[in-house]
């Protein structure tokens, strides 16, 4: 009697926990799993705009081998990540060190820095595009001031891509300063205070304990902007106009995507993209988790 009770009981917990999770599990299933399956049929289908479809295999994988756009795509890619993450990571830290500190107005300058992560980033590439325009941008006619002439930011091909950067990297310092801020908040003072018995300074309890008892959260925000970064879209969309001869220098492959799918209605070709994109990523994050334990320190 007593066993058939403590089974009946344990079926009730699995039932609940079972119910509890499942709106979770199918709103995944809905928006994430299905759609990504889905995506993976459609790369072996030369689907065009208009939904019909025919079975092609690998025909548009043997086509992105020797797309010369995917590749400069890619490496457009590859240089804006290369660049955005490693200064995005150190601002990031560097910010939330410092508003780790007691300082007067210590909530507004808070709050100013988080602004960016919950603006669209719509709304942000306008702003930028206004500020960084050659012609009336405010940028430039600061410089212009003192005698400068400013530069072609989002139309010169060469400066292009880095304009986006600046802005790729100033829209997602505070996300992840605020992240990094709570791991500073959960270090024990008695580690500096132990520190400062021994008479070390501010840069020795900086890399001695606040980095070394961080690395989870920092682990944590690389891999998180490391990811972001290779889906960069909506500032080179929102800031780079279409018939610019600077789109070429600075497109993405999620544009690159974007342009198959929607503006030359080859929906096959361009899922198989996103599946390489897919596959990019997920190589880089499983050599981050494979290495982590080589600097990330959970104790």
């Known amino acids: 009697m007593r066993v058939r009770t403590i089974s009946k009981k344990k079926s009730s917990n699995y039932f609940w926990?079972?119910?509890?999770?499942?709106?979770?599990v199918i709103g995944l299933s809905i928006f994430y799993i299905i759609p990504f399956f889905s995506n993976l049929f459609i790369?072996?289908?030369n689907m065009g705009p208009f939904g019909t479809y025919k079975f092609i295999g690998i025909e548009n994988y043997?086509?992105?081998l020797v797309d010369p756009n995917f590749y400069l795509a890619f490496k457009n890619t590859f240089i804006y990540t290369?660049?955005?993450?490693?200064?995005?990571?150190?601002?990031?830290?560097i910010l939330a060190v410092l508003l780790n500190s007691d300082i007067k107005g210590l909530s507004i300058y808070r709050t100013v820095y988080f602004l960016p992560a919950i603006t669209m980033p719509a709304a942000i590439s306008m702003v930028w595009r206004w500020l960084l325009n050659s012609d009336f941008g405010l940028i430039n006619f600061t410089l212009s001031k003192f005698g400068i002439q400013g530069p072609g930011w989002v139309t010169n091909p060469k400066i292009a891509l880095y304009s986006v950067i600046i802005v790729g990297v100033w829209s997602k310092v505070g996300y992840n300063m605020i992240i990094l801020l709570a791991g500073l908040q959960g270090i024990s003072k008695a580690y500096y205070e132990a520190a400062e018995i021994d008479g070390a300074g501010t840069?020795?309890?900086?890399?001695?304990?606040?980095?070394p008892l961080l690395t989870?959260?920092?682990f944590f925000v690389v891999i998180m902007t490391l990811i972001g970064s290779f889906q960069v879209f909506e500032y080179i969309f929102?800031?780079?106009?279409n018939n610019s001869v600077a789109l070429e220098s600075t497109q993405s492959v999620v544009y690159l995507f974007y342009k198959n799918?929607?503006?030359l209605g080859e929906k096959g070709y361009a899922s198989a993209i996103s599946i390489i994109l897919f596959l990019v990523i997920m190589v880089f994050t499983f050599i981050q988790l494979k290495f982590q334990n080589k600097w990330v320190h959970y104790d």
Do not use: D, E, G
């Not at 926990?17 to 979770?24: F, G």
């Open 17 to 24: 926990a079972y119910l509890m999770i499942a709106p979770l």
């Open 43 to 45: 790369s072996f289908t």
């Open 62 to 64: 043997k086509k992105i």
């Open 82 to 93: 290369l660049i955005s993450v490693p200064i995005t990571i150190i601002l990031s830290i």
């Open 203 to 211: 840069f020795k309890k900086f890399f001695s304990i606040t980095i």
């Open 216 to 218: 989870p959260t920092i």
């Open 238 to 241: 929102m800031m780079i106009p």
């Open 261 to 263: 799918a929607f503006m």
